[in-house]
């Protein structure tokens, strides 16, 4: 959403898994990951901030993410320009890494429903009580 206050917690592994959402099962894969604290953020869509900063969009065939469980939300603010991709890669888990992410199953969904299908999925970290993160690559059915 454009124009939401949020509050951006920021991680303690020099920012890499900072997020708005709290943490939750990560941790049974990073145990050591916490929060320093917290800064209030303004939003904006991907769509806000590509015409904002003149971004011409063409010029790209990828859109790449990892925004620690919130890439829902970022495919959503970028709905009406996902056309424009070729590609899409994000890092998602099939658990509940922070409270209230989006999951695998979430994307892949969306992605179907916008004429996506995996292309490509490859596991890095693995959740000893099961699941998984991942890095995949949808393409958009042509």
Not at 10 to 22: K, P
Not at 32 to 53: A, C, K, P, R, W
Not at 63 to 84: F, N
Not at 108 to 118: G, L, N, S, V
Request: glycine share 6%.
């Amino acid at each position: 959403k454009d124009n939401e206050t949020y509050d951006f917690h920021v991680a303690n592994n020099n920012g890499a898994s900072s997020s708005i959402l709290e943490i939750k099962e990560c941790r049974d894969i990073w145990p050591s990951i916490d929060f320093e604290g917290s800064i209030s953020l303004n939003s904006t869509t991907l769509t806000s901030l590509l015409l904002d900063q003149n971004i011409d969009i063409s010029l790209y065939d990828s859109l790449v993410m990892d925004t620690q469980g919130t890439e829902l939300l970022v495919l959503k603010g970028g709905e009406s320009i996902l056309k424009h991709f070729h590609y899409v890669k994000t890092e998602v888990a099939d658990f509940e890494s922070y409270a209230g992410c989006c999951r695998l199953d979430d994307i892949k969904e969306f992605m179907r429903m916008h004429d996506f299908h995996e292309f490509s999925r490859h596991a890095f970290a693995h959740r000893c009580k099961g699941g998984a993160y991942y890095d995949v690559v949808y393409m958009r059915n042509v």
